[in-house]
């Protein structure tokens, strides 16, 4: 019985990811998770106590989706920040295409997490120390590290909405051009360090 609960309620959460990918937050319905699960309406609510809480849970399920992933990078860059970061980043980047609610205010709204959001996520966090270690394995100052930090957030959630939004000017993949961006941000970087 305690099985079939819980295969139940990562079914609804799975199932709630799907809408909200396909409508957004604001065509998002807890009725359409319930009959594509093929169950009652209640059922839902027999797990989670309204939208908030199914939110938070969905939330959680996408961190720790991605999570992985970010272990696998690290692992395979041990020690070699820069590069961890780097294959982090796009995989980010590529996450936040797969997921665009996540870069809806709404969202996180809902979840009372407005002023974070994201970045009290486990995998957000991991991303973000493999380019504070490489900062401070090189001696860079905070200043410099939190001014170039921000290139990096913008370049993400900036290509994100691009991508999403059909802005692209060609058929190319973006991530070509995502790559080269963010190696001209560690050239720079580099160079305003004197570590080029």
Not at 32 to 44: F, G, I, L, M, T
Not at 59 to 79: A, F, N, P
Request: net charge neutral; charged share 30%; proline share 2%.
């Amino acid at each position: 019985m305690g099985e079939s609960k819980r295969n139940l309620e990562s079914e609804l959460i799975e199932e709630a990811i799907r809408q909200i990918r396909d409508n957004g937050v604001e065509g998002f319905s807890s009725r359409a998770v319930a009959e594509a699960c093929h169950v009652s309406c209640a059922a839902p609510f027999k797990y989670f106590k309204g939208r908030r809480e199914l939110f938070l849970a969905m939330s959680k399920h996408l961190d720790q989706e991605l999570y992985k992933t970010m272990e696998e990078i690290e692992l395979r860059w041990e020690g070699d920040y820069k590069s961890a970061h780097l294959e982090m980043n796009v995989a980010y980047i590529r996450y936040l295409c797969q997921n665009p609610f996540l870069i809806s205010e709404s969202f996180w709204k809902t979840i009372d997490e407005k002023q974070d959001g994201i970045r009290k996520w486990k995998s957000f966090r991991k991303m973000a120390k493999q380019f504070l270690m490489y900062c401070e394995a090189h001696g860079i100052s905070k200043e410099i590290y939190k001014s170039y930090y921000f290139n990096f957030q913008t370049l993400a959630y900036g290509a994100a909405f691009v991508i999403t939004n059909r802005l692209l000017l060609d058929g190319r993949d973006p991530m070509v051009d995502v790559v080269d961006l963010q190696n001209r941000i560690y050239r720079n970087l580099e160079q305003t360090t004197g570590l080029a």
